[in-house]
C-alpha cells in the first residue's frame, strides 16, 4: 500500500485505493495528476470549474424540469385529450405521458453514454439538448394523444443524457477531494428539479392553461442550450498515467499552474518543458475533437449490463431504487393523497414541494462535505490511504432519516394528521436522496473511476427501470394496502437495503477485488487509454 502510485504507473488497478495525503507532510494530494498541459481541465481556474458545475446542475434540474413537473396537470391535460371517457380511464392513459418519459430518462442513457465516451461530452450534451428542446417546442402544439405520446418519449430520451454524463464531467475536472462536494450539488439539483418543476408548474395553472407549462419550459431549455453551446467545452482528457511523475501537493501545485500558464505564453523561455498551446475559444467550440478510447462501441453498451452484477454498485442501485423510486410512488399520487386528506386544489399540492427544495439544500452539505470530511478522517488514521468505504459511515444520517420520512408521509395522510407530518416526509425524503444517495455514488464512483460514466449508467438504468414499474403499482398497492402498510413497508424495505453499507464498510475493499475478478466479468475490465490515474 505504500507505493500506490508506482502501482499506477505500472498499470495495476487499485479499484478506488489511493494515497491522498503526503506520508511525511499529511498535505493533501493531488488525484488525479495534473498534467503540464493547460488544457488538461484539472488545471482550469477554480472560477471556471465551478462555472461549468453551476451549468451542470441547471442542466439537471431541467431535465426533470419538464419530465416530471407537468404530472401536477395531468387531469386537466386527461380532460382535454379524452373529453367523453371516465375520469378514471382518461388519468390512467394520461399517465403514461410520465411514466414513459421517466423509463426512457434512463434507457436513452444506453445510446448516450457510449457515445459520451467515446466521442466526448459536448457533441452529447448539445445533441440531446438540442433534440429536448425541439420536443418541447413540438408539444405545445401537438393536440393528437399517439402523437403527444411519441413527442413525450423522444422527450425522456433527449432530457435524460445530462443525468448520466454529469457524474462523468464532474470527475474530469475536479479533484479526488474535491467531488463530494459537487456531487451532492449534482444529486441535490436532481430531486430539486422535480419538486421546482411541479412548484412552478402547479402555480402556472391557477390562471393559465397546462400547455403554458411547456412554453415556460421551452425558454428556460432554450437557454442551457445555449449556454451549453458557446461556454461549455469538452471536458474529457487522454491523460498518460504510465509517464505521470508523483501526484504533487494542493500547494504546490497552485505554483505548478502559474509556471504552465507562464510557459504557455512565453515561447521560448522554457525549452526543456514546454506544455502544449492553450487551445483557442473558436477551437473549443467544435463538437467533436477526436475518438477517446479505442474501446469499440459494443463493449461500451454492454459494461453498465454486467456492472450491475458486482456487489458494491448492486447496492448502490438498490439504494436509488428505494429512495428515488420510493420518492416516484410519493409524488405520483402526492395531488390526489392531499386532495383527499386535505382538500388541497393542485397549486396547493405543488407548493408543498418547497419542503422538498429545503431538503435537499440541506442534504448537500451533509451529503458532500459531511461525506469528504468523514473519508478524510479515516484517510488520516489510514496513514494517508484512501479506501472508497472510508466515506460510507457518513450513511447513518439517511438510514434515519429515509425510514422515517416514509412512516410520517403514509401515517399522516391515513390518519389526516396536519398537513405539515406528510409535507416533513416529503422534505425527509428528498434530503435522504441529496445525502446518501451521494455518498452512495461516490463510493462506487471513486472504486471504478476509469469507467465511472458505465458505472452511474448501471446505477440510474437500474433505477428509472424500478421507478417505471413502481409507477404502475403504487396506486394500487395504496388502495389495497392503505397508506399507513403500504409505506410502513416502503420504510422497512428501505431499512434493510440502507443497512448494508454496514458489511460493505468492514468487508467492501475485499469485494470489490474479488468480485472484479470473476472470470465471466472479465470482458468489462476497462483499457488502458480509459486510465486517469486513480
Known sequence: MEDLGTERRKGARTLGSVRVRHHQTNEIILIPTPANDPNDPLNWSQGRKYYLATVICFAIMLSNFLAAGPSIAILGTALEFFPTSAKSQA???????????????????????????????????VTSYVIYFACAIWLIFETNYHQFLAGRILLGFGAGAAETIAPLTITDIFYLHERGAIMSLYTSFLSIGVALGVIIDGLILINNDWRVIYQVASGLIGLVLLLAFFTFPETAYSRDVGDMKDSPTREKQGAENQEVEKSASDDGKHPLSIPPKK?????????????????????????????????????VALVQSVTIGFLVAMTSNTASAYQTAYGFSDWQAGLCFVAAIIGSLLGVPAGGYLGDMTADWFTKRNGGIRDPEMRLPAMILCLVSTPLALILYGIGIARQLHWI?????????????????????????????????EVTLAVMGFKSLFGFLLSFYTNPWVEEAGYTDAYGAMAGIAGFILLFWIPLYFWGKAIRHATWNWPFLSYIHWADDREVGE
Open 91 to 125: 388519468v390512467a392513459r394520461t399517465a403514461y405521458f410520465f411514466t414513459t418519459t421517466a423509463l426512457m430518462q434512463g434507457v436513452g442513457n444506453f445510446v448516450w453514454m457510449p457515445l459520451a465516451n467515446k466521442y466526448g461530452r459536448r457533441p452529447v450534451y
Open 421 to 453: 407530518c406528510p409535507t416533513i416526509g416529503l422534505g425527509l425524503l428528498n434530503f435522504s436522496i441529496t445525502q446518501g444517495t451521494n455518498i452512495c455514488l461516490v463510493y462506487v464512483i471513486d472504486s471504478y473511476r476509469p469507467i465511472a460514466g
Open 279 to 315: 487551445e483557442s475559444y473558436l477551437h473549443n467550440l467544435r463538437l467533436y475533437h477526436k475518438t477517446w478510447t479505442e474501446e469499440s462501441l459494443v463493449k461500451l453498451l454492454f459494461r453498465p449490463l454486467a456492472l450491475i452484477l458486482l456487489p458494491p454498485i448492486l447496492w
